[in-house]
């Protein structure tokens, strides 16, 4: 079993940065691709980023390109999401998970942390 707690979240002025932590316990990540999903309200969760257990291969959804940064260090068994020039369409509850699956496709994930709540004021 792996569990997951996010961290990091807040409320945040548009043009601002926030740092979300995903911090594992019970196994280690680096088995692990590990993702990052979002959810606002009225709408289905949808794939924010995603890094491969390697570390090597990263992936965003195209609105968050160039203004998101994924990382993992695997020494702290955490993954953290850099997020930058936020906008208040970024407003959203944040998720991360862990998969050994394909990491864009949320059925796929084995774990799930409670998430943390991003609030992006215009």
């Known amino acids: 079993q792996v569990q997951l707690v996010e961290s990091g979240g807040g409320l945040v002025q548009a043009g601002g940065s926030l740092r979300l932590s995903c911090a594992a316990s019970?196994?280690?990540?680096?088995?692990?691709?590990v993702g990052w999903f979002r959810q606002a309200p009225g709408k289905e969760r949808e794939f924010v980023a995603a890094?491969?257990?390697?570390?090597?291969?990263?992936y965003y959804v195209d609105s968050v390109k160039g203004r998101f940064t994924i990382s993992r260090d695997n020494a702290k068994n955490t993954v953290y999401l850099q997020m930058n020039s936020l906008k208040p369409e970024d407003t959203a509850v944040y998720y991360c998970?862990?998969?050994?699956?394909?990491?864009?496709?949320?059925?796929?994930?084995?774990?799930w942390g409670q998430g943390t709540q991003v609030t992006v004021s215009s």
């Open positions: 019970g196994r280690t990540l680096s088995t692990y691709a």
């Open positions: 890094l491969t257990w390697t570390g090597v291969n990263v």
């Open positions: 998970g862990a998969t050994r699956l394909r990491f864009n496709v949320e059925t796929e994930y084995n774990y």
